[in-house]
């Protein structure tokens, strides 16, 4: 069984900064694709940035030239630098992992931005 387990969130000012770390239980190399997820009230789940195997990076046009995803292979961690926070970043933050054809997700870490 995949657990991810992710940290980094909490309440942070518009124009802000915070990182958002996922550990996963096993070599992240082991994962077909790896990425992060929000999801606001009232609204569906979204890709915000994603990893695909070979290190191709993925982000959602909403959070381009604000938002970093990265690896650390020694760590099993993903990360996401996410800069230039603005009121509409506020949601739940899931860290996603799929290997074969399963879909595994983290518990979720909340983003607040005041503005």
């Known amino acids: 069984q995949v657990q991810l387990v992710e940290s980094g969130g909490g309440l942070v000012q518009a124009g802000g900064s915070l990182r958002l770390s996922c550990k996963a239980s096993?070599?992240?190399?082991?994962?077909?694709?790896m990425g992060w997820y929000r999801q606001a009230p009232g609204t569906e789940r979204e890709l915000v940035a994603s990893f695909t195997g070979n290190g191709i990076t993925n982000y959602a046009s909403s959070v381009k030239g604000r938002f970093t995803i990265s690896r650390d292979s020694a760590k099993d961690t993903v990360y996401l630098q996410m800069s230039s926070l603005m009121a509409e970043d506020t949601a739940v933050y899931y860290c996603?992992?799929?290997?074969?054809?399963?879909?595994?997700w983290g518990q979720g870490t909340q983003v607040t931005v005041s503005s």
């Open positions: 996603n992992a799929v290997q074969y054809e399963l879909r595994y």
């Open positions: 096993r070599s992240i190399f082991s994962f077909k694709a």
